[in-house]
């Protein structure tokens, strides 16, 4: 069910707070190093970025989550992170911090995922030996879940212009959508709509509890019906052995073990008067 409100400032709330923090602090050390070091700056920007040429091929996997905290100047992180706080506050507000790391962080692996595969199409533009850098497809991830979850909710463009969440965010991703499909900028679009796209895609898919709950109950799922099958083996050559001794089923269709002496009797019913569970 959307939310209906208003959108004021936001307090920070942990999980934003710690992401804010990080990326500010991780922006002022290639700051420094650009200045003092521009040769070690070069170089994790290439180790750090999403480069996609060392994910396939050399198997840098922290790639999918670390490009995720350089950014290419002042600007790019100002808003970037003016957005995760805008946003992201109140989404962990509801969620709490444990499901919105989560949250974010699948739409920024996501995000790059689909980077990594289009640009080995080379469409758009897109080379897979050029790094890619910043938060956005985490962020498109936190608009897309505004958008659904919030979708009346009022939102004030620079303190006057008021407009629903979901046509904002509507905006955003066409936005983004025609700036990928343009001659320039694709590679950054792509990894904005990868993040909104696996942002929907969770929201769709996943339970409310989170994927620690999905993987649990398919886990003791999995183990259950391991048991069960286990328990049926058994059973058949159980029974095939006292049918080579003339005696009769001891087992249900479940493989659980049935007395044919007692007959059929109610719940935790037994011979002689006792209860047994």
């Known amino acids: 069910m959307p939310r209906i409100g208003q959108l004021g400032f936001p307090p920070f709330t942990k999980a934003v707070k710690q992401l804010v923090w990080a990326n500010v602090a991780v922006f002022l050390l290639m700051l420094v190093l650009e200045r003092t070091?521009?040769?070690?700056?070069?170089?994790?920007?290439?180790?750090?970025?999403?480069?996609?040429?060392?994910?396939?091929?050399?198997?840098?996997?922290?790639?999918?989550?670390?490009?995720?905290?350089?950014?290419?100047?002042?600007?790019?992180?100002?808003?970037n992170l003016?957005?995760?706080?805008?946003?992201?506050?109140?989404i962990e507000t509801d969620w709490g911090s444990r499901k919105f790391y989560e949250y974010y962080f699948f739409c920024v692996i996501g995000a790059a995922l689909v980077t990594l595969g289009v640009s080995f199409t080379h469409a758009l533009g897109m080379n897979p030996d050029s790094p890619t850098v910043g938060a956005s497809g985490g962020l498109y991830g936190l608009l897309v879940a505004y958008g659904i979850l919030y979708a009346e909710q009022r939102v004030y463009i620079y303190g006057i212009f008021a407009i629903k969440a979901k046509i904002l965010v509507a905006v955003w991703l066409a936005i983004a959508l025609l700036n990928a499909l343009s001659a320039?900028?694709?590679?950054?679009?792509?990894?904005?709509?990868?993040?909104?796209?696996?942002?929907?895609?969770?929201?769709?898919?996943?339970?409310?509890?989170?994927?620690?709950?999905?993987?649990?109950?398919?886990?003791?799922?999995?183990?259950?019906?391991?048991?069960?099958?286990?328990?049926?083996?058994?059973?058949?050559?159980?029974?095939?052995?006292?049918r080579e001794h003339d005696r009769s089923q001891y087992f249900d269709e479940h493989g659980n073990f049935r007395d044919p002496d007692t007959g059929e009797k109610g719940n935790g019913e037994s011979e002689g008067g006792k209860w047994v569970n």
Do not use: C
Not at 197 to 219: C, D, N, Q
Not at 230 to 240: G, L
């Open 37 to 79: 070091e521009p040769l070690l700056h070069a170089r994790l920007v290439v180790d750090f970025g999403l480069v996609p040429t060392l994910v396939a091929q050399k198997f840098y996997l922290w790639q999918l989550i670390t490009y995720s905290f350089l950014h290419a100047g002042i600007g790019h992180i100002f808003f």
């Open 82 to 90: 003016l957005t995760l706080w805008m946003f992201g506050s109140q």
């Open 184 to 242: 320039q900028g694709g590679v950054n679009n792509v990894a904005h709509l990868g993040g909104a796209v696996f942002g929907y895609l969770y929201l769709k898919m996943v339970p409310r509890r989170g994927m620690e709950f999905a993987f649990s109950e398919g886990f003791y799922g999995l183990r259950n019906r391991y048991h069960r099958w286990k328990r049926k083996q058994a059973a058949k050559k159980f029974e095939v052995y006292m």
